[in-house]
């Protein structure tokens, strides 16, 4: 195979222990791109419509892509992928580091699990060697811990994906760790392999992988390396990575703080990137291929508790669990990002649910007896800890927060679901996007709920104003279908978009690699078909029109800013819906949200088309036909 | 005094480089901190996230001496 593919595809049944190999289907690669492309089309295929995501039936998927392991600058990302536990739809989520360029070395490029094991295992690779071995001497420890351990059992060479206890112990937000401190977070991936009884993924190899034109990649690689060398913003990455962003997040009023109350956090400077250099750096780091190195490898010192090692925190995990939770001490917010770390929940939406629970607190609708006698106040990292404990064992009320925060507003009731700032189950990310409409429209619309790296626009709000909500919905549809593309070939979406990489020649690249000779406008329709895909999965699952599903916490626009730059800022409900109006339009569906005939049948999804049919949720017909202007010729000015 | 500014990404396009394909010379008046310097050459400090110069990143307010390269930082998503 001279494409960029290792060959093989292993299959694992848990149930039966049973492992088969297949060779990789290269016409499935070829269609659906890899990584999150191939993933949303064996979601859709193998997993039954009313199957739990913690049954036998959902199924587990690691894939490489195209690009990983390859010749190219930072091709070091795996995607994994099942039914998420958390918004009950296609999940996804990904990870940089070694692990995928490793299996691929192996010789993989995809393994499927299904079924569910009798007992904790782990899934042993050592080039042709594959086994199921026991993790009963694993199961229950920390990510970081568990890592560490098999390390020393089989061998520092050993790429290694864990969870924790969180995943283990079925709280819906956990997630896959590796290389001490990379994490595919969203969506709980950590969660449906917990519930599978795998505890964790080692693998070693040392093949190679074959490409179409190698000199071509090679010629195009060299001339990116020193390119990139020269690039302005290659030296400030490395020294400080995204934490630094912080402070510019603060002064423009985007910076969640106190669970999305506002977005004006006064002791921004206690927690922001100079706080993270001066007291917790300890080296840089950096995933396969990659000389940007933005991981910072960092310790928290805090009295009274060991000093303890991690990479972080980067930006998500400073505002989520920084700025969000009151933080006022830059080693607690590394404490609390270990934690996480170690008990394998995402950070992300750990931070949320924990801010959630803060201000249900505040409120009084949660109190110190439910809370084991602790209180759980903003800026408290002994709270912050009890917490944790308490959702990571599912003891009390910490049961109904280990469903995330949409869940447990709904055990709460008095009407804590308005400040619950998740959309379909999934937590915000580090943005509030009352001032910056884009990046809210672009978390109501994402097809894994909300997170920001299907579409971030905010510099885009800017540019184009802050107050108006007009034509946010195109650049939207064009950013989640170039974005997720890096997700889909699995390599890093940092390293070519900040260094002036050109979508064009990342195509080449893939060209050289794969031998496709296709175009960026054939890529971005092929994005916009996985799109398609998982909104339609989404709908058959959920059962009801889109819509519904597409709305975030009325905090989102019953609350204007209350502080700071952003003081008296914030959407309307008219406006919310409007975006919604006009991203409908701007996808070809109907008011509804629901993916009409005529788009699925463009993007050859037919089947797609007759299933939605058959449950009464495909889109009505579109008078005028279907918009021709989708994808690639909606791309902004800004871009 | 001159100073040179640096830009990458979609900072770049803004700046319109003058010198080489990064850095664009200005002209200015000392004692003006760079937002104020951002504002006179048409490009909206907002988009600008830091500063950094002689290996340290620096805010907005920070005042740049004759001769000074400095580089602009587009803001962008974590990770
Ligand atoms: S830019 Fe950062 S996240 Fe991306 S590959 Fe390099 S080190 Fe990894």
Not at chain 1, 357 to 375: N, V
């Amino acid at each position: 195979m001279n494409n960029g593919l290792a060959g093989t595809t292993l299959r694992v049944n848990l149930t039966t222990g049973e492992i088969k190999r297949f060779p990789t289907d290269e016409k499935l690669f070829r269609r659906w791109h890899g990584g999150r492309g191939v993933i949303a089309k064996l979601l859709y295929d193998e997993v039954p419509r009313n199957a739990d995501p913690f049954g036998p039936e959902n199924i587990f998927i690691v894939n490489v892509g195209i690009m990983s392991g390859c010749y190219i600058p930072s091709g070091s990302k795996t995607e994994f992928g099942s039914i998420s536990p958390l918004t009950n739809g296609h999940g996804d989520s990904n990870m940089g580091g070694h692990l995928g360029p490793m299996l691929k070395f192996a010789g993989y490029d995809m393994l499927i699990f299904t079924g569910i094991s009798p007992k904790p295992v782990f899934l042993y690779i050592d080039n042709d060697t594959v086994e199921l071995r026991d993790a009963a001497k694993y199961w229950g420890i920390g990510s970081l811990d568990c890592e560490e351990q098999l390390k020393k059992d089989l061998g520092e060479d050993f790429e290694i994906a864990t969870i924790g206890p969180a995943g283990e112990n079925g709280v819906l937000f956990s997630c896959i760790t590796h290389d001490f401190g990379r994490q595919a977070g969203r969506t709980g991936q950590g969660t449906v392999m917990g519930s599978k009884k795998l505890k964790a993924i080692a693998v070693r190899g040392n093949r190679s992988i074959l490409v179409h034109d190698l000199e071509a990649l090679k010629k195009q690689v060299a001339e990116i390396i020193q390119r990139t060398k020269k690039h302005p913003n290659m030296e400030p990455w490395q020294k400080y990575g995204t934490s630094f962003f912080i402070r510019w997040s603060n002064d423009n009023a985007v910076l969640p703080a106190y669970n999305f109350k506002t977005t004006y956090y006064e002791d921004v400077g206690k927690i922001d990137g100079d706080q993270l250099i001066e007291h917790c750096l300890i080296t840089h780091k950096a995933c396969f291929g990659c000389w940007m190195n933005c991981g910072k490898y960092t310790k928290a010192v805090v009295e009274g508790r060991p000093v303890v090692h991690l990479e972080g925190p980067e930006y998500e995990t400073a505002a989520t669990c920084g700025s969000n939770l009151g933080m006022k001490d830059i080693n607690h917010v590394a404490y609390i990002n270990w934690m996480m770390d170690n008990l394998g929940m995402d950070s992300m939406s750990g931070g949320g649910v924990t801010a959630f629970a803060m201000e249900c607190f505040e409120k009084g609708f949660i109190t110190k007896e439910d809370l084991e006698g602790y209180t759980l106040k903003w800026g408290s990292l002994d709270d912050v800890e009890h917490f944790l404990d308490m959702v990571v064992h599912k003891r009390g009320i910490g049961e109904w927060f280990a469903g995330g925060s949409k869940r447990a507003a709904e055990k709460i009731g008095k009407g804590s679901e308005k400040f619950a700032m998740q959309v379909k189950g999934q937590e915000m990310s580090g943005y509030d996007g009352r001032w910056a409409p884009g990046m809210l429209l672009s978390y109501m619309t994402a097809d894994i709920g909300a997170h920001h790296n299907r579409s971030w626009t905010i510099t885009v709000d800017m540019a184009e104003g802050r107050e108006s909500v007009e034509g946010r919905a195109k650049i939207v549809v064009y950013l989640q279908h170039i974005r997720p593309l890096f997700d889909t070939w699995c390599i890093c979406r940092l390293f070519w978009g900040e260094l002036d990489i050109s979508p064009e020649e990342i195509v080449e690249s893939l060209n050289h690699i794969t031998g496709w000779g296709i175009t960026v406008d054939e890529a971005l329709r092929t994005s916009e078909m996985i799109w398609n895909l998982t909104r339609c999965h989404y709908l058959e699952r959920n059962r009801d029109i889109g819509r519904v599903f597409d709305y975030p916490p009325a905090r989102s626009w019953e609350e204007k800013i209350p502080s700071g730059p952003g003081k008296g800022k914030g959407v309307t409900k008219e406006q919310v819906e409007k975006m919604l109006d006009e991203y409908y339009e701007a996808r070809g569906w109907d008011e509804n949200g629901n993916p009409t005939r005529e788009v699925l049948v463009d993007l050859e999804l037919d089947f797609a088309a007759d299933n939605l049919e058959k449950i009464g949720f495909l889109g009505k017909p579109i008078p005028g036909g279907v918009p021709p202007i989708r994808g690639e010729k909606y791309k902004p000015k800004a871009f | 005094m001159v100073i040179y500014l640096k830009a990458g990404s979609k900072l770049r396009e803004r700046l319109k480089p003058d010198i080489d394909y990064y850095t664009r010379r200005i002209e200015t008046e000392e004692g003006k901190t760079i937002k104020e310097i951002l504002a006179d050459i048409g490009i909206n400090p907002a988009l600008v996230a830091f500063v950094y110069t002689s290996g340290k990143v620096k805010g907005l307010h920070y005042i740049p001496s004759d001769g000074q390269s400095i580089t602009l930082q587009p803001p962008v998503a974590g990770g």
